[in-house]
T-cell receptor
């Protein structure tokens, strides 16, 4: 059974704090993704990674960075959290190969920035 | 214009009704389309996918793509309260990325 886990379900941080969100998958997937989900806007891609130490910007990378030092782990970093980064953050992973490639999602981290 | 447009709902139906969920897309470059279901406080899970035009059926669920009108549909027959969730349509691009619609919240009343 594929499992994508995220380090926290709920997180409350203050403006200006550095925030780390961690994601771990256990299926040896090459590709990993970070999304944020907001009402009326759906899921928007922040960053993704095709391999260890590789990263690509998604549609809304501003204010975020990522790190992928190991294949199973993909971290999202908010360098200086702001209130407009209050959102649900979802991590996903998928294998590389012939499409279609199902993305498997973690349960999400609901981040509140005060 | 967003690449994938979806009516956010909410859509409220009685148990046993046929549900129709719809999306439109604007980019025809790649032709895999997916439907994800997301229960409250959970991550999305893949429900079905289709390639290009045509129908695909899986139990009470049917996914349909109309390439000429760039329309994606999901039909749920004999809807159940357990079908209450947010349904997300998505288009896959050539690099395994998914472009999601905003999601439609469905409530099936007992």
């Amino acid at each position: 059974d594929v499992k994508v886990t995220q380090s926290s379900r709920y997180l409350v941080k203050r403006t200006g704090e550095k925030v780390f969100l961690e994601c771990v998958q256990d299926m040896d997937h090459e590709n990993m993704f970070w999304y944020r989900q907001d009402p009326g806007l759906g899921l928007r891609l922040i960053y993704f990674s095709y391999d260890v130490k590789m990263k690509e910007k998604g549609d809304i990378p501003e204010g975020y960075s990522v790190s992928r030092e190991k294949k199973e782990r993909f971290s999202l970093i908010l360098e200086s959290a702001s209130t407009n980064q209050t959102s649900m953050y979802l991590c996903a992973s998928t294998f590389s190969g012939r499409a279609p490639n199902e993305q498997f999602f973690g349960p999400g981290t609901r981040l509140t920035v005060l | 214009q967003k690449e994938v447009e979806q009516d956010p709902g909410p859509l409220s139906v009685p148990e046993g009704a046929i549900v129709s969920l719809n999306c439109t897309y604007s980019n025809s470059a790649f032709q895999y389309f997916m439907w994800y279901r997301q229960y409250s406080r959970k991550g999305p899970e893949l429900l079905m996918y289709t390639y290009s035009s045509g129908n695909k059926e899986d139990g009470r669920f049917t996914a349909q793509v109309d390439k000429s009108s760039k329309y994606i549909s999901l039909f749920i027959r004999d809807s159940q309260p357990s079908d209450s969730a947010t349904y997300l349509c998505a288009r896959m691009d050539s690099s395994y990325k998914l472009i999601f619609g905003s999601g439609t919240r469905l409530l099936v009343r007992p």
